[in-house]
């Protein structure tokens, strides 16, 4: 059975900083394009960032470039999400999730990941 569990939201100040994370089990990881998306309240699920099966590449919604970085650890079955310069405009539950086949024109697709963790809340308080 797999499990994807996000760990490290929370309330910060604009300006401060989150690191998020999340833990995949029940799959082989390192087959698997690892995504993170997020969605407010009355708003669609949005793609935040993607690194492929070996961390070799990653990818970013311009609205987060230069502020967030993703990364992964294979041998632990992990993705972390580094947020940076935080905007009250980034308050979402932020979800991971875990693709296989993956199509790089497609990495902010939610139809593209077959996994789903059940999210965590990031509040950014003015």
């Known amino acids: 059975q797999v499990q994807v569990v996000e760990s490290g939201g929370g309330l910060v100040q604009a300006g401060g900083s989150l690191r998020l994370s999340c833990t995949a089990s029940?799959?082989?990881?390192?087959?698997?394009?690892m995504g993170w998306f997020r969605q407010a309240p009355g708003k669609e699920r949005e793609g935040v960032s993607c690194i492929s099966w070996s961390g070799g590449s990653t990818y970013y919604a311009d609205s987060v470039k230069g502020r967030f970085t993703t990364s992964r650890d294979n041998a632990k079955n992990t993705q972390d999400l580094q947020m940076n310069s935080l905007k009250p405009e980034n308050t979402a539950m932020y979800y991971c999730a875990a693709a296989v086949p993956w199509s790089v024109a497609r990495w902010d697709g939610t139809g593209s990941y077959n996994y789903w963790g059940q999210g965590t809340q990031v509040t950014v308080s003015p």
């Open positions: 029940g799959l082989t990881f390192d087959d698997y394009a």
